[in-house]
């Protein structure tokens, strides 16, 4: 079975500076999906960024970047000049190929400080 | 804007008191899903359709059912509610592929669950 791994359970960052949060995932799997996903406050969970494991480029969206190191099973996620607006629950999450189902870790609370 | 619609986004119900939750879409998705969201932890899938074909999670309890009338509605219901099942409800969509691989999920805004 897979398994999703966020050492951090909670991060704080100063506004404007940059932040990495770490995952790491189980896997006999090669060919697989890995996602961040960001859960502010009593808000809706949003997709933040996604990887195709096949993809040796990691995925970036604007100030959100991934390190991605398949061999490792690592994910880590960057967030660039961090605005308030980033501050909430982050959740690392592993979907295979060929399944429904999503595996998340235990997620990320992240506070951005002004 | 396409997206996933929750209601109530608020609900309180009595113990053994069944209740119904309600989620919608617009994306035109063929697996929608339902997850338990408990406070500070990750969400745990309940059980998911594809198109209307219904798959149940091994550990999710009996009292947990769910009906997919059609392409755009999926309910949750739950029979005799306890104080344990006091939690956010989660429903997301995603597009399977002819080639059986599902895609991105995305998620409604939750409906909070209080059970007294």
């Known amino acids: 079975a897979q398994t999703v791994t966020q050492s951090q359970p909670e991060m704080s960052v100063q506004e404007a500076e940059t932040v990495t949060l770490s995952c790491t995932y189980d896997t006999s799997e090669s060919d697989y999906y890995l996602f961040w996903y960001k859960q502010p406050p009593s808000r809706q969970m949003i997709l933040v960024i996604r990887?195709?494991?096949?993809?040796?480029q990691n995925a970036t969206e604007n100030r959100f970047s991934v390190n991605f190191q398949k061999a490792a099973k690592s994910f880590s996620l960057k967030i660039s000049d961090s605005q308030l607006g980033d501050a909430a629950m982050y959740f690392c999450?592993?979907?295979?190929?060929?399944?429904?189902?999503?595996?998340f870790g235990g997620g990320t609370r992240l506070m951005v400080k002004p | 804007d396409a997206m996933v619609i929750q209601n109530p986004r608020y609900q309180v119900t009595q113990f053994g008191k069944p209740v119904t939750l309600s989620c919608s879409q617009t994306?035109?998705?063929?697996?929608m899903y339902w997850y338990q969201q408990k406070s500070s932890q990750a969400p745990k899938l309940l059980f998911h359709?594809?198109?209307?074909?219904?798959?149940n999670e091994a550990d999710t309890p009996d009292n947990f059912q769910s009906r997919r009338p059609n392409t755009s509605f999926c309910f949750l219901d739950i029979r005799s509610p306890g104080l344990g099942d006091t939690a956010m409800y989660l429903c997301a969509t995603s597009r399977r592929t002819s080639g059986g691989a599902s895609e991105t999920q995305y998620f409604g805004p939750g409906t909070r669950l209080l059970v007294l």
């Open positions: 999450a592993y979907q295979n190929n060929a399944g429904n189902m999503l595996t």
């Open positions: 994306l035109n998705h063929n697996v």
């Open positions: 359709y594809y198109d209307k074909d219904f798959n």
């Open positions: 990887q195709e494991a096949y993809k040796q």
